[in-house]
């Protein structure tokens, strides 16, 4: 019989769903397609987009001088991301196949698009790329280690903590020897099966 988190779970589920047939409605709305993850705008929607776009000139007159001097800190962070992104991928290529881990697709969340947009300028489209890089990036390197402590510790925390991972609400409560023991092979388990289901 669920409990009332599982069923809480399941509205979360549900709620989801409904928020993706949103995103659906508004991609209607936008007068654009995805055909093979690829952009297609209509025509005139890409001519609206054209005409929005602030002149890379204007924009950057338009820059504060401390924004501009900001700008070195904030692209050397790309140094890390390429490293963070090799060194988890190297550790899911290598350490996944040997714990029957299902491993993460990292097109699933690196999505590199914005600079498809009309009404962005060249350093606009160059920020974008980098944020959506950053941001995907992160959020693959979560989806192994998500992955990684179902595998050897899936134990909530005995303190609610910020922002979990989609696999924390199935991870054992605190202090739970018995479900722990009872729970981790099954939980494991799910790590195979999510790369069958692929």
Known sequence: MPDKLDRLHEKLNEI???????????????????????????QSTREAQRRARVNLWIFLKRTRPMV??????????IIPFVLLDIFVTIYQVICFPIYHIAKVKRADHIAIDRQHLAYLNALQKLNCVYCGYGNGLLSYVR???????QFWC?????????????????FVD??????FNAQTLRLRNALRKMGEDD
Not at 23 to 35: Q, S
Not at 161 to 166: F, K, L, M, R, S
Not at 174 to 179: E, I, K, L, T, V
């Open 154 to 170: 899936p134990i909530k925390h005995a303190r609610r903590v910020e922002g979990q991972h989609g696999h924390y609400c199935d």
């Open 174 to 179: 605190y202090g739970d020897a018995a479900g």
């Open 68 to 77: 501009v001097l900001s700008a070195p800190v904030i692209y050397s962070l």
């Open 143 to 149: 989806e192994v280690a998500a992955r990684t402590e």
């Open 16 to 42: 989801e769903e409904e928020i993706e047939a949103e995103w659906a409605m508004r991609r209607d709305a936008m007068a654009y397609r995805l055909e093979h993850n690829r952009v297609v705008f209509e």
